[in-house]
């Protein structure tokens, strides 16, 4: 038996079904949530009607605790301002050295390269030690990725776009991963060569302790190892999570890789997308279009097609080429004789600090530089700039018109709620653990073909999620002040404004702001989470068919 | 709900009048409960609630003791109720479906209302289910205030057990409907 109209339901719940029509019903229930849910829904609508009709008063709202509006607006600003200030002085303390007794935080320094390291040795760590473990973790933690995030796809596609938009999702995952095993390969060896004179058609996966190719790889390569040598060529992508990357040969697509040391001496047809401690593109070395870097010393002696855009960066060295324009956030940018930029340099760099630029250095566009936000001083001068206002209305504008087109089109995704302080709290907490967690994962979905897609889809939602959040703690603060009438789009959208405007202007406090955007993201993700699994939950309640 | 008890009449004698009076008030709230929800609110129901005690004590002599007394009052009070409201649609099937005008079957399918209604909106349930339509008002308050099956309520309204289904199931979307657009305001 089928999912049955509610009509068959009903007669179900009221006892008129004669036994023999109700044990096949019995049995579809059994294995139906969905038709469970609605059969308990519908019970639960009958007494609510037996009551109302029976003059009964209503079931007195649950009490909640929470304080008045001023009140709670204010508890949730003290929060905010206390974990940012919180923020500010541990990234303070550790930026500008740590007591004796604390030194042994100085390893933690926070940095993206750092967390970048810290996560590349820890997957590192678990391969070496539990080999078996991590064989075991490696499909599940990717079937369980692709597994939610599918299941979640066809669910909305369903609900948004009825059945035919999941059948062609279905179809093209099932026509995708049957491409892939195709060509999938999964090598667990201990080193694992594809020697000078070897072609391996296909992708090649690989787990292993050091990775050589001599030979070719017709396809993509994806590999999780410590050291990664690449002599031959990749005809596809290079995919890398390793300690060292070493790319003398050819890759004729892109290269995204974690590293350490990352040293490309070889040819990348593609762009590079490369994080890691060292980046260095030797003399030799050429890459065809775009790199994108985030590293703390990157060194450009080769040929680099067009942009190269260097973040967060200690040191960026430049004696090649680049062919367009070199974007870089670091401490000290450097053009070395030799260094031929055929477009604008545009560096962000902390006070006090210019571009060091060498005579024999050829740069055709201009020499830009902009002060650090962070860093030493407080950035006062920048608060007379109107284009720090322009930006900020730009963002105001920005998060408004997501926020109307949230509430419009999904109105549950901006519904967070955080009464009290401690909900705030809680909501960090969750930002965190989603913010470590939700990387980790998709690190390991990518080391599968199937899991590759996935990944990168999930990397988009996890980028978006980090704006929504934004918006979402904006609406909170907001309706904090405002207190918008429940289902009013003008009052919402008051509130939203309120919030936004609140918000951009504290993001953008001197000394605080920046910390106070990492907790306000911190936040708005833990409670887009929390929302997320709330609605999860939910999904028990009842649906009419 | 506590069941007044009356009597059993002896062979060829009436019912004691002290015990039916004091079943029949103990009742009487019931009875314009069920008058007012079936009828709408108004002197309408209350004269109906009236009548049908009047009515019931008329027929007193006729009560057996084998029958629950509330069943007996709250059917005599909805056979009374329901002949207002034929009165009010004369027609050869005044509560068949059809009767009850379109059904708005093209707007979307809402899930069924449960004990997360906040509080606030009972007051709007109450308003919605007293403009439903005579038909389904009917079929929705014998259901669930005068407790009867579909066998019964097919009776009281003279339509059949299918009917009295479709009935139920359109009152409901008409007030999870109805609902949902006060909501939205």
């Not at chain 1, 030799?284 to 790199?291: L, M, N, P, Q, T």
């Not at chain 1, 060091?356 to 001083?377: D, L, M």
């Not at chain 2, 109450?126 to 097919?154: C, F, K, M, T």
Request: hydrophobic fraction near 50%.
């Amino acid at each position: 038996v089928s999912c049955l109209p509610e009509a068959s339901y009903l007669l179900y719940v009221d006892g008129e079904l004669a036994p023999e029509q109700g044990r096949p019903m019995e049995a579809h229930l059994v294995h139906c949530r969905r038709c469970r849910a609605l059969v308990v829904a519908l019970r639960e609508e009958a007494e609510l009607f037996a009551d109302v009709l029976r003059g009964r008063a209503a079931p007195a709202a649950r009490p909640q605790p929470e304080p008045a509006g001023r009140a709670r607006a204010l508890g949730l600003a003290a929060t905010l301002v206390a974990l940012a200030a919180a923020a500010a002085g541990a990234a303070a303390l550790l930026e500008s050295g740590l007591p004796d007794s604390l030194g042994w935080l100085a390893g933690l320094r926070w940095s993206w390269t750092g967390a970048y390291g810290l996560a590349i040795h820890l997957v590192l760590l678990v391969r070496e030690s539990a080999p078996a473990a991590f064989e075991l973790a490696l499909p599940v933690a990717a079937m369980a990725s692709a597994s939610a995030l599918l299941s979640f796809a066809l669910t909305a596609l369903r609900r948004r776009m009825g059945g035919p938009g999941a059948k062609l999702l279905a179809a093209f995952v099932l026509l995708a991963a049957t491409e892939s095993r195709a060509h999938f390969g999964l090598h667990e060896h201990e080193d694992l060569l594809v020697a000078a004179g070897t072609v391996h058609d296909g992708t090649l996966v690989a787990s292993a302790r050091s990775v050589t190719v001599d030979g070719i790889v017709d396809g993509d390569l994806v590999a999780l190892t410590e050291r990664l040598t690449l002599r031959g060529e990749v005809r596809g992508n290079l995919v890398a999570v390793a300690e060292e990357l070493d790319l003398r040969g050819a890759v004729e697509g892109s290269l995204l890789a974690g590293c350490e040391q990352a040293a490309v001496s070889g040819e990348v047809k593609g762009d590079a997308y490369v994080a890691g401690e060292t980046f260095s593109l030797a003399r030799e070395g050429r890459i065809g279009r775009d790199a994108t870097l985030v590293a703390d010393e990157v060194v450009l002696e080769g040929a680099l097609g067009r942009d190269a855009n260097a973040l967060f960066a200690g040191r960026v060295e430049v004696r090649g080429s680049v062919g367009r324009d070199l974007g870089a956030r670091a401490e000290r940018v450097v053009l070395l004789p030799g260094a031929r930029l055929g477009g604008d340099v545009e560096a962000a760099l902390p006070a006090g600090v210019e571009v060091e630029r060498s005579p024999g250095a050829e740069v055709a566009g201009a020499v830009r530089t902009r002060r650090r936000e962070a860093g030493r001083g407080f950035g006062l001068r920048r608060f007379r700039e109107p284009r720090l206002y322009a930006w900020m209305l730009l963002q105001i504008g920005a998060g408004f018109v997501l926020g109307m087109l949230l509430h419009l089109l999904a109105p549950g995704i901006l519904a967070v709620r955080a009464e009290r302080p401690r909900d705030l709290l809680r909501a960090v907490g969750v930002g965190i653990a989603t913010l470590v967690a939700a990387p980790l994962a998709l690190l390991v979905a990518a080391v599968t073909v199937v899991g590759i897609p996935v990944a990168l889809i999930g990397l988009g939602v996890l980028l978006t999620s980090l704006y929504v959040a934004l918006v979402a703690v904006a609406a909170l603060v907001g309706s904090a002040l405002v207190r918008p009438r429940a289902g009013s789009r003008s009052s919402f959208g008051a509130a939203l404004a309120a919030g936004l405007v609140v918000l951009v202007a504290l993001t953008h406090l001197p000394f605080l702001g920046g910390a106070l955007r990492v907790v306000a993201v911190v936040t708005g993700l833990g409670l887009l989470v929390e929302r997320a699994l709330s609605a999860w939950r939910e999904r028990a309640s009842p649906v009419a068919p | 709900m506590r069941e007044a008890t009356v009597p059993a009449p002896e062979r060829g004698a009436r019912p004691q009048a002290a015990g039916g009076e004091e079943a029949l008030h103990v009742h009487a709230g019931e009875v314009a409960l069920l008058c007012r929800r079936l009828l709408g609110p108004g002197q309408a129901a209350e004269e109906a609630a009236e009548a049908a005690l009047a009515r019931a004590r008329r027929a007193l002599g006729g009560y057996h003791p084998r029958e629950p007394f509330r069943r007996w009052l709250l059917a005599i009070a909805t056979h009374h109720a329901i002949g207002i409201l034929l009165e009010r649609c004369p027609g050869p099937q005044p509560f068949a479906p059809g009767a009850a005008g379109p059904d708005d079957l093209e707007a979307p399918a809402r899930p069924p209302l449960g004990h997360a209604l906040a509080p606030e909106a009972w007051p709007a349930l109450e308003g919605l289910l007293d403009e439903l339509p005579d038909p389904h008002r009917a079929a929705l308050v014998l259901r669930h205030l005068g407790e009867l099956d579909y066998a019964g309520i097919a009776e009281a309204l003279g339509v059949s057990r299918e009917d009295v289904g479709t009935l139920l199931v359109r009152a409901r979307r008409r007030v999870r409907a109805g609902l949902a657009r006060r909501s939205a305001r």
